[in-house]
């Protein structure tokens, strides 16, 4: 009996974030009460707050289901032996250009992120999370580049803050352009070949700084959880760390 009760919560809160998700989606977050979630999900009020403590806890939760694939299997950055390489870092940047571009739940939340939610009012909270996700992305960038001075690989001149947040511009503008438009381009190819124009402008020997990514290769985008999307930013886990997506 138990162990139904406990199925029985667990479906009623994927249904309560299966509700919120497509209300968010179609409503904006600021227009969509705990009340139509409830309603949309054929629950009541009372076992949203079972689930969730409020609004935040339920977008944050929401947010967190779609990305929770690419995180499985994933050691904590700090668990990492060595620095994430060049080769690491682009390879999670092409995880997430796929993602958004196949799958629906991670697609929709992005749009949501970037285009369905104000951060104010009650879900003010979230900015200042997401501010700091976002220094700690630039940062994991700089750490990348500098690691790859030290190995010659980049030129000891270079100002790896800058190019940090260069990295981090660039990938966040391309995702926002094909969420409002995805007929426009195609993210995967586009992002690939803006990825990797970037690495070799790094490199400032006019030569490509990383090998181009095989067929073969291409065929593990999605399969490989190298980094974690968020609607804070991304995180690239540590080499060493992919595991197959379920």
């Known amino acids: 009996m138990v162990r139904k009760t406990k199925q029985e919560a667990l479906e009623t809160r994927h249904r309560l974030l299966d509700a919120a998700e497509q209300l968010f989606h179609e409503r904006g977050v600021s227009r969509t009460?705990?009340?139509?979630?409830?309603?949309?999900?054929?629950?009541?009020?009372?076992a949203v707050y079972w689930h969730f403590q409020d609004k935040v806890e339920l977008f944050t939760a929401m947010m967190d289901r779609a990305t929770m694939p690419l995180e499985e299997g994933?050691?904590?950055?700090?668990?990492?032996?060595?620095?994430?390489?060049?080769?690491?870092?682009?390879?999670?940047?092409?995880?997430?250009?796929?993602?958004?571009?196949?799958?629906?739940?991670?697609?929709?939340?992005?749009?949501?992120?970037?285009?369905?939610v104000e951060f104010s009012g009650e879900m003010q909270a979230l900015q200042a999370r997401k501010l700091a996700n976002?220094?700690?992305w630039r940062s994991q960038n700089e750490d990348c580049f500098r690691a790859a001075q030290a190995t010659g690989q980049l030129p000891p001149g270079l100002d790896v803050s800058a190019a940090a947040i260069a990295l981090v511009a660039?990938?966040?503008?391309?995702?926002?352009?094909?969420?409002?438009?995805?007929a426009a381009f195609d993210l995967m190819a586009m992002g690939e070949a803006a990825i990797d124009r970037f690495m070799d402008s790094l490199?400032?020997?006019?030569?490509?700084?990383?090998?181009?990514?095989?067929?073969?290769?291409?065929?593990?985008?999605g399969t490989q959880a190298i980094c974690r999307p968020t609607q804070d930013g991304l995180h690239i886990a540590p080499p060493g760390a992919e595991k197959a997506v379920r």
Do not use: Y
């Open 33 to 46: 009460s705990l009340q139509d979630i409830a309603s949309a999900a054929g629950v009541t009020r009372g």
């Open 203 to 221: 490199g400032q020997s006019g030569t490509r700084l990383l090998p181009p990514v095989t067929a073969e290769e291409r065929t593990r985008l």
């Open 74 to 116: 994933l050691l904590p950055q700090e668990a990492a032996s060595q620095p994430i390489t060049l080769t690491d870092l682009r390879w999670g940047l092409l995880n997430v250009f796929h993602s958004c571009s196949h799958s629906e739940r991670t697609r929709r939340v992005f749009e949501i992120a970037m285009k369905k």
């Open 170 to 182: 660039l990938v966040d503008g391309l995702i926002h352009q094909w969420i409002m438009d995805p």
């Open 134 to 136: 976002h220094r700690a």
